[in-house]
């Protein structure tokens, strides 16, 4: 057995030169400090990435993505399918944890300063994974074709429609018409299980790929440490094991949640019935969402929710480009703004979110 | 011919070929894009204009309730008023674009999304809503109800 898989090594050795790989990885080191648990929430998010084209192309075996048929297939799926219910709940769960997964990976990259020089381009791409991971909820809330995602992907295209002369043809264009009907269903089809994890898989190997070629970022200050004094681990196998460690007790997690707390589907939606009570948007959502019922209808001669979505972008747009306007951490400067910055927005999104669920 | 006229007419064919291809290649991008563009854009559906609905009997609808009813695609709420009187408007709130219901116990129409509030006269009085719900006119003809336009 070992002689055959030593000879398929070979043979792919000679024609790919294998060796260099293996050298790199054998000489991949993850700096040990007291913050080296931030580490492993890029690994998890990439774990919960792979369940979610796991469990996205089972499900696609029998999801129909039509007005008539949608509802009534994820039905069949949950009732007549074997484990069919399993599927659906580890989808809707993992979704959820890859964003929260991917939230704290965020913030800890943030409060780290690791988006600083030289490692623009892994912050950028990660925001956008983000920004896509969100596309991707807001795409999936409606696949199932009942009551909440119907008025959430109402509300959600409504708000893209108020934005200034841009708005209208990009609502028409995410909701295949003036109202969200079945085509809307289609091309949120489209969009989460073609166009999106197209381009997300681009920027996953962009990422990554940076992600080994620099290295694991230090945090600040540790260049003053001689080098003598400190730690390291070996990526191959050590950091690696610790990993696929964490992976389990992720997955173990999932499979509690999709058990114990499987994923309703609710009613099929209704064009002609009223929002229903308690209605509400998932819970990344929900800071925002929140915001937009404080502001009042007109702000100056502004409309509130034009006001609300613009502050949200420009915000967005200003977090997006921080290694650029926070000159001071690449310098290996400290920088107390960006702690108020980071501390503000994570108080923030705490506060706008309780608030959503208790008011 | 000498060696400056020479260089002279290199140049002016290299102008034009210059040209051509750059010309060329902005009308392909164009004729590629262009109908990439108009297919992203869904064609408008004939929709069939309502001018009037049917609702049914009077008796059949309660004092003091509000109902969604079919107007061509789009809903509409009709309210009956406790002394009797009815009113109908448009059910999709102008905040953004949910569909509202009547709450008997606020007595108001009310928007679950994001608690825009009504009053019977279909005017914003509290929550977000930057607009009143436009207005349908109700006719009862004998005992049939009927919604339509507001001319």
């Not at chain 1, 089972?58 to 993505?65: A, D, E, M, N």
């Not at chain 1, 199932?144 to 992907?153: I, R, V």
């Not at chain 1, 501390?343 to 999104?349: G, N, R, T």
């Not at chain 2, 009862?140 to 919604?147: A, H, R, S």
Request: overall charge positive.
């Amino acid at each position: 057995m070992s002689s055959i898989l030593k000879k398929t090594y070979e043979w792919i050795d000679k024609r790919v030169q294998l060796e260099t790989l293996v050298e790199f990885m054998g000489k991949k080191y993850v700096p040990v400090h007291r913050h080296s648990i931030w580490y492993y929430f890029g690994g998890v998010s990439l774990f919960l990435f792979i369940i979610q084209v796991v469990t996205g192309i089972l499900l696609l075996l029998y999801y129909k993505g039509s007005e008539q048929l949608a509802f009534e297939s994820i039905q069949f799926i949950m009732s007549k399918v074997q484990f069919g219910w399993l599927i659906r709940s580890i989808h809707s769960w993992a979704a959820n944890l890859f964003i929260l997964s991917a939230f704290i990976h965020m913030f800890s990259v943030f409060f780290e300063r690791s988006y600083r020089e030289p490692r623009e381009i892994t912050w950028i791409t990660g925001m956008f994974m983000l920004f896509l991971g969100m596309g991707f909820g807001f795409s999936g809330y409606l696949l199932p074709w009942n009551e909440l995602a119907f008025f959430a992907t109402k509300v959600g295209t409504d708000i893209a429609g108020v934005l200034p002369f841009v708005g209208k043809p990009i609502m028409v264009f995410l909701r295949g018409g003036d109202e969200v009907t079945g085509a809307t269903l289609s091309r949120f089809f489209g969009f989460h299980v073609a166009v999106l994890p197209g381009i997300f898989t681009v920027l996953l190997s962009i990422h990554l790929v940076l992600v080994q070629r620099q290295g694991m970022s230090e945090p600040m200050g540790m260049e003053d440490v001689p080098a003598s004094e400190r730690k390291t681990m070996p990526f191959f196998p050590n950091f690696l094991l610790r990993d696929l460690l964490f992976w389990l007790i992720v997955l173990n997690v999932l499979a509690i949640l999709a058990v114990f707390f499987p994923w309703e589907l609710g009613k099929k939606a209704d064009a002609f019935a009223s929002a229903p009570a308690g209605i509400r948007p998932e819970w990344y959502f929900m800071f925002m969402f929140q915001t937009l019922k404080f502001i009042p209808a007109k702000v100056l001669f502004i409309d509130g929710e034009v006001l609300g979505v613009l502050l949200f972008g420009a915000a967005g747009l200003l977090w997006m480009i921080v290694p650029f306007w926070d000159r001071k951490s690449s310098r290996g400067e400290k920088s107390r703004l960006i702690n108020y910055v980071g501390l503000f927005v994570v108080v923030y999104i705490i506060i706008f979110t309780t608030l959503g669920y208790v008011l | 011919m000498d060696g400056a006229g020479n260089m002279q007419s290199e140049k002016s064919k290299r102008d034009f070929l210059k040209y051509v291809l750059g010309g060329g290649l902005m009308a392909w991008v164009a004729s590629v894009v262009y109908p990439l563009f108009a297919y992203l854009k869904p064609p408008k559906q004939a929709e069939v204009e309502v001018s009037s609905v049917k609702v049914g009997k009077l008796a059949t609808i309660e004092k003091d309730s509000g109902t969604i009813v079919r107007f061509g695609n789009k809903p509409v709420i009709l309210l009956r008023t406790s002394n009797g009187e009815l009113r109908a408007f448009s059910a999709t709130c102008t905040h953004l674009d949910c569909t509202v219901q009547y709450r008997k116990d606020l007595g108001v129409i009310w928007c679950a999304c994001h608690n825009g509030k009504y009053d019977f006269n279909g005017k914003n009085t509290a929550g977000p809503p930057p607009r009143p719900l436009d207005e349908f006119r109700v006719v009862v003809q004998g005992e049939e109800v009927f919604i339509s336009k507001n001319a």
